[in-house]
């Protein structure tokens, strides 16, 4: 169970280091989330790295929290290669909760990218090979996609809402190297007020967006059935698929 704080921290009222300095000092010795209330407001923080076989790292965290959702999820991701977080959307979606997913253009049709998985799609990287463990849905979900964007923008976001009552966000991308290499930072803020704010982030991005396999992707995947054929699959490495995609993605 998370540690909890009271006080004032991240509010508007001024904090001296003296207030802060035990909070901080315990988040920064690893383990698990803490949880701070802010002007009544739970927030739980969550700081990575963690070691690989530490049951406390982010993905982990995650699915935890992705698990208690009932009626709808909505997520907009940077990158999205966790391959644990996939199998408890695919869960989740079994179950009847209501799904909508955006990821960045240019990370969504990389061949490690779990939104291939709820597209249906299995895609060859550039050596031919199919990432270990794959699990593309038999069924791709429809409320998935790419929203559309100025030249030179991203999608940077990292957030989720869920039920309309909690956020995810903050630095972390759901990847591997933001669990086990990177200096990041997981929140999940409880105030159906900021989650009505987060949703109407998506409800901006989803008008005009891109869903099912875009035309982009389709192209990719005419290329590698070209080049690869259906492809080989990557041996797996220790600790199973969601700890096995490459150490380059953030």
Do not use: Y
């Amino acid at each position: 169970m998370p540690q909890r704080f009271t006080g004032w921290c991240w509010s508007s009222h001024p904090i001296t280091a003296a207030a802060i300095s035990p909070v901080h000092a315990q988040m920064n010795e690893g383990g698990g989330a803490q949880v701070v209330d802010v002007a009544g407001t739970p927030v739980e923080v969550l700081f990575s790295p963690h070691r690989r076989r530490d049951p406390n790292h982010g993905l982990a965290w995650l699915e935890t929290q992705l698990a208690g959702a009932g009626r709808r999820l909505d997520l907009a991701l940077f990158v999205f290669s966790g391959q644990n977080l996939a199998d408890r959307l695919q869960e989740l979606h079994g179950r009847g909760v209501k799904l909508r997913l955006l990821a960045d253009p240019g990370f969504a049709n990389r061949a490690f990218s779990e939104t291939l998985d709820l597209l249906g799609v299995t895609l060859p990287d550039q050596d031919c090979r199919i990432e270990a463990d794959n699990r593309a849905w038999s069924a791709p979900l429809e409320g998935v996609g790419t929203p559309r964007l100025a030249s030179g923008d991203k999608l940077h976001h990292k957030f989720a809402v869920i039920d309309g009552r909690a956020v995810i966000t903050g630095s972390f991308n759901w990847s591997p190297s933001a669990a086990f290499q990177n200096d990041e930072t997981l929140l999940l803020i409880r105030s159906p007020l900021l989650a009505r704010h987060f949703e109407a982030e998506i409800d901006r991005l989803w008008r005009g967006a891109e869903l099912g396999v875009s035309g982009r992707l389709a192209r990719r995947m005419e290329q590698r059935r070209r080049s690869c054929g259906s492809g080989r699959e990557r041996p797996s490495a220790a600790g199973g698929a969601a700890m096995a995609a490459p150490s380059t993605i953030r």
